[in-house]
């Protein structure tokens, strides 16, 4: 067998078709053949699309606490596309246009709904209810899918009717006049917080909805209270949060969201 160095190399097309098997014999060719690599396709790189934890037989709908949306909403078609694989086919042309985006970097409106959808149902975005009408929630920045915060919402039904109003007082809702949280509660309101609960209706009475231990001081809490700022007015602009970060004898810091100061 010759051992001499190969005069020369060169490059052809990758082929179309696997090779199963080649095989070199001496003499039979004085130049090596290697693959030519796939050049790389160009364009733009798009955004992946939130996983709406459709695993092990569980649908999209399930990973939201097994809800229901209202039967006028469109969350149930977004929530059960044709093609549930959202980790593939993401190009502009196979992408549901439900879905379809001008930016690679912005999501859609109904995409970052699912995603706030997820961050309520994990906790990311707290949601709680105050009484039969009232509700405290997490602030959430669409852009940034992150939560914030917190605000007051009421819900009233209109009339005699199943008709529902709900009012924010998110930044989002005072400039728009609607919002996630408001979204929310006309989709899954019913399911989620049922009317038969018992709650302390006096309109004047101090709630506190959430307290999280202080991993930093001993004996310290981040506690935050919904508060009436005048007696006897059961209304979403007559609640106000206030925060204490502090011990439980009332030493500490109180913040009054409507009065920094």
């Given at each position: 067998?010759d051992?001499?160095?190969?005069?020369?190399?060169?490059?052809?097309?990758?082929?179309?078709?696997?090779?199963?098997?080649?095989?070199?014999?001496a003499?039979?060719?004085?130049?090596?053949?290697?693959?030519?690599?796939?050049?790389?396709?160009?364009?733009?790189?798009?955004?992946?699309?939130?996983?709406?934890?459709?695993?092990?037989?569980?649908?999209?709908?399930?990973?939201?606490?097994?809800?229901?949306?209202?039967?006028?909403?469109?969350?149930?078609?977004?929530?059960?596309?044709?093609?549930?694989?959202?980790?593939?086919?993401?190009?502009?042309?196979?992408?549901?246009?439900?879905?379809r985006?001008?930016?690679?970097?912005?999501?859609?409106?109904?995409?970052?709904?699912?995603?706030?959808?997820?961050?309520?149902?994990?906790?990311?975005?707290?949601?709680?209810?105050?009484?039969?009408?009232?509700?405290?929630?997490?602030?959430?920045?669409?852009?940034?899918?992150?939560?914030?915060?917190?605000?007051?919402?009421?819900?009233?039904?209109?009339?005699?009717?199943?008709?529902?109003?709900?009012?924010?007082?998110?930044?989002?809702?005072?400039?728009?006049?609607?919002?996630?949280?408001?979204?929310?509660?006309?989709?899954y309101?019913?399911?989620?917080?049922?009317?038969?609960?018992?709650?302390?209706e006096?309109?004047?009475?101090t709630?506190l909805?959430?307290?999280?231990?202080?991993?930093?001081?001993?004996?310290?809490?981040?506690?935050?209270?919904?508060?009436?700022?005048?007696l006897?007015?059961?209304?979403?602009?007559?609640?106000?949060i206030?925060?204490?970060h502090?011990?439980?004898?009332?030493?500490?810091?109180?913040?009054?969201?409507?009065?920094?100061?």
């Amino acid at each position: 067998m010759d051992h001499s160095p190969v005069s020369r190399v060169s490059y052809r097309p990758y082929p179309s078709t696997p090779i199963e098997k080649v095989t070199y014999t001496a003499g039979e060719s004085s130049e090596l053949v290697s693959p030519q690599r796939r050049p790389r396709q160009r364009g733009y790189t798009r955004a992946k699309r939130p996983s709406t934890r459709a695993h092990a037989g569980n649908s999209p709908t399930r990973a939201i606490r097994g809800l229901t949306p209202s039967s006028n909403s469109t969350t149930y078609d977004l929530l059960h596309p044709d093609n549930t694989d959202t980790t593939s086919n993401l190009s502009p042309q196979n992408t549901d246009s439900r879905f379809r985006n001008t930016s690679p970097l912005r999501p859609t409106l109904d995409e970052a709904y699912l995603v706030f959808l997820e961050a309520v149902s994990s906790g990311e975005c707290a949601f709680y209810q105050l009484n039969q009408v009232m509700f405290v929630a997490n602030g959430w920045n669409i852009h940034k899918s992150e939560a914030h915060g917190w605000y007051h919402l009421q819900s009233a039904s209109i009339g005699l009717t199943d008709t529902v109003t709900v009012v924010c007082m998110c930044p989002e809702y005072r400039n728009r006049d609607h919002c996630f949280h408001q979204r929310f509660l006309l989709d899954y309101g019913k399911q989620t917080f049922p009317v038969g609960h018992l709650f302390n209706e006096n309109p004047s009475s101090t709630i506190l909805f959430s307290r999280v231990k202080d991993v930093l001081l001993e004996d310290a809490f981040i506690n935050h209270f919904s508060v009436a700022s005048h007696l006897g007015h059961n209304t979403v602009k007559n609640r106000v949060i206030v925060d204490h970060h502090g011990d439980d004898k009332g030493g500490g810091s109180w913040n009054c969201a409507r009065d920094p100061s």
